[in-house]
């Protein structure tokens, strides 16, 4: 591992030493999470398909510092690091990745679909694109009822080919609902590069046609995530209506479990590790004397104790009842004639 002046220079920091510390935290959580969900898929714990997000921590973290408990937020199925954020516990998305009955949406969502009302996060959705007019109708929502709140809408960069998303921003401009649109570019959708994929291969220009504000944003940078996102969700929250942020980031590992990214050099992946948001925020806290050494190894024992505690709930914890089968597909009191 490089020292902590390799890649981060001593200098006056923007953000508080609470603020660092919170996003090293929250990153590190999230890339433990998903690193032991890797291993646990690979000991068949959990089934059916699996996305993870290690390497674009920074995209939420530095969201999570500018928005409000009470604001929604969205995504598509690469969903686990954004449950955590929206504060999810550890415990229910490991349990939902195991199908148990103490999971986020009962063991019925699995990794693609996380729930929670209570934190106001709304997916968690398998079809591609298929978030994105709901992220708009949730903040149309938020309009029509005055909370003052907004939604986050997550997508890939595979999504923004999906027409949905072309009648998706042009309502929401339209109407000038409060939603900030936000493409995490990876890079691939799937396994098929951006350039081979779309015309426009600078992704945020993709909102110019609707007069929609669009930015691009160095997603591997919590500290330019929180300035964008500041930026558009004051914009959002304002009436002025939505805003199109293409965060540029990266995942180290394959589209899915079953990818195994051979569509990629080792030289490019290394390029993106060099600016791991992770190490990064790590660096400047020990280079700026924000932090001791002990200090973050308290954190990153914290964070390893989580982990460890959420795959022995989701071990010990019961498979859903054959009588929930039902349950949450209809509304009883609408469809009385389903037999229990």
Same mark, same amino acid.
């Given at each position: ?48 398909? *699996?996305?993870? %997000?290690? /390497?674009?921590? @920074? &995209?939420?973290? =530095? #969201? ?86 907004? *939604?986050?809408? %997550?997508? /890939?960069?595979? @999504? &923004?080919?999906? =027409? #949905? ?176």
């Amino acid at each position: 591992m490089e020292t902590s002046t390799s890649k981060v220079k001593k200098n006056k920091l923007k953000f508080s030493r609470e603020t660092y510390l919170k996003w090293y935290e929250d990153m590190l959580l999230m890339r433990r999470f998903e690193e032991r969900a890797g291993q646990l898929y690979g000991m068949q714990k959990i089934k059916g398909f *699996c996305h993870l %997000y290690i /390497g674009q921590e @920074a &995209v939420v973290a =530095g #969201a999570m510092s500018v928005l409000k408990p009470s604001d929604a937020m969205i995504t598509a199925y690469r969903d686990h690091a954004h449950a955590l954020a929206k504060g999810i516990s550890a415990r229910e998305v490991m349990a939902e990745l195991f199908a148990k009955a103490t999971g986020c949406s009962k063991g019925k969502g699995g990794s693609m679909h996380m729930f929670s009302k209570e934190k106001r996060f709304f997916g968690g959705h398998g079809i591609v694109g298929g978030q994105i007019p709901l992220g708009a109708g949730i903040a149309f929502a938020e309009k029509y009822n005055n909370t003052g709140n907004i *939604c986050v809408c %997550y997508m /890939g960069d595979g @999504a &923004v080919r999906q =027409g #949905a998303l072309h009648e998706a921003f042009n309502m929401s401009m339209l109407w000038k609902l409060p939603v900030v649109f936000v493409v995490e570019n990876n890079a691939y959708a799937m396994g098929t590069s951006v350039e081979r994929t779309s015309n426009v291969t600078e992704l945020y220009k993709i909102g110019s046609g609707y007069d929609m504000p669009s930015y691009p944003v160095d997603g591997m940078n919590v500290e330019a995530v929180h300035d964008a996102m500041e930026m558009a969700c004051e914009h959002a929250r304002s009436g002025k209506g939505p805003v199109f942020l293409e965060m540029q980031t990266y995942r180290y590992r394959g589209h899915s479990m079953s990818d195994p990214a051979k569509y990629r050099t080792k030289e490019e992946v290394e390029s993106y590790k060099a600016k791991d948001p992770v190490e990064i925020a790590r660096e400047t806290l020990l280079t700026n004397n924000l932090a001791t050494e002990e200090e973050v190894e308290a954190i990153n024992k914290k964070v390893a104790d989580i982990v460890d505690d959420s795959v022995k709930f989701a071990e010990e914890s019961p498979y859903p009842d054959a009588s929930e089968l039902f349950k949450d597909v209809y509304m009883q009191e609408d469809y009385p004639y389903i037999i229990e």
